[in-house]
């Protein structure tokens, strides 16, 4: 029993290497759910503590925004002039400069800057990490990944949620944005021990590094087959637009435009910031906690829908 043990577990990759992949995934939602739960119920305590208007208050909320849709516009370039793990570097670093500048913030102003930055930062990460992953993962989970940081997302507004009914009395708003800097520092630190991407290195011409790299997550055993596969898709070059709205890939390509649209024209904003809302309808703040798990059905379910209608 022992001997087929050893020897079923034989060239298999070390179990931490795939807790790191994981570790990226879970991270890089964390890095966008933890901030939209936490703002929410910060916004009254900002407005007091800068005497600011509403309009001020609202631009401080959303123009992480405008820095995530930068973020994930240059993630894909970033990532394939540094590598992923670099984009990833590149994403925790500003994420956590972006934390700390709008946790002392002496004025509104320089708040609307770290947010910018800070929302940079979480549009790399949005990229470069669901990237990593799909690039270092075994086959049998990259699916289970999507899961994986739709849930971490959702998870970590949940968090925000609670850490702003728990502690809601003075400046502590300031502790709870400052606390974010936790996940960045622990997105940092995951990417300085794991390989690059083996496709990054193939791109590269380094296939020594890229054989390790895939021997750190995959079996030995499949190490050519998977460096050969990878040599193929480089080869083939990158797809045109003419491909990617073939009649082969329409009905895909509507189902995820269909879903974002869906999403954002359910008003799930407003339902995500709403704590305060909810007090201006005179809600409980019992009730903003219960918006989270919404939040998270709305999720889940359209999780649901993309792995059905994919199958």
């Known amino acids: 029993m022992a001997a087929s043990g050893a020897k079923r577990g034989r060239g298999r990759p070390p179990r931490r290497n795939l807790v790191a992949v994981l570790s990226i995934v879970v991270l890089s939602g964390a890095l966008f759910g933890y901030d939209q739960g936490v703002i929410s119920g910060a916004l009254r305590d900002i407005r007091q503590t800068f005497d600011a208007n509403t309009f001020a208050v609202e631009v401080a909320a959303s123009w992480v925004t405008p820095g995530a849709l930068v973020g994930a516009l240059l ?6 002039r540094i590598g992923r793990r670099g984009a990833l570097w590149v994403a925790a670093t500003a994420f956590g400069l972006g934390t700390i500048a709008q946790a002392f913030a002496p ?11 800070l929302g940079l930062g979480i549009g790399v990460a949005s990229v470069a990490g669901p990237m990593y992953a799909a690039e270092a993962a075994p086959e049998r989970i990259r699916g289970s990944l999507l899961a ?3 849930f971490s997302t959702t998870f970590a507004i949940f968090i925000g949620y609670l850490a702003d009914e728990l502690f809601e009395a003075g400046n502590s708003w300031r502790y709870l944005l400052a606390a974010a800097v936790l996940l960045g520092s622990a997105l940092a630190l995951v990417t300085t021990v794991i390989p690059d991407s083996a496709v990054w290195y193939v791109g590269r011409g380094d296939k020594r590094r890229a054989e390790a790299s895939l021997k750190a997550t995959v079996p030995q055993q499949k190490v050519p087959e998977r460096l050969h596969a990878i040599e193929e898709n480089l080869a083939a070059g990158k797809a045109g637009w003419r491909e990617v709205l073939s009649r082969q890939w329409r009905r895909p390509l509507a189902l995820g435009v269909g879903l974002a649209l869906f999403q954002q024209l359910t008003g799930i904003n407003g339902i995500i910031y709403s704590p305060r809302s909810h007090n201006s309808f005179r809600f409980r703040v019992s009730d903003s ?15 649901d829908l993309c792995l059905q209608i994919a199958s």
């Open 107 to 117: 004025v509104i102003g320089v708040m609307f800057g770290a947010r910018l930055i």
């Open 75 to 80: 993630g894909g370039h970033l990532a394939d």
């Open 148 to 150: 994986v940081y739709q």
């Open 289 to 303: 906690m219960r918006s989270g798990e919404a939040y998270g059905r709305l999720i889940r379910h359209k999780h």
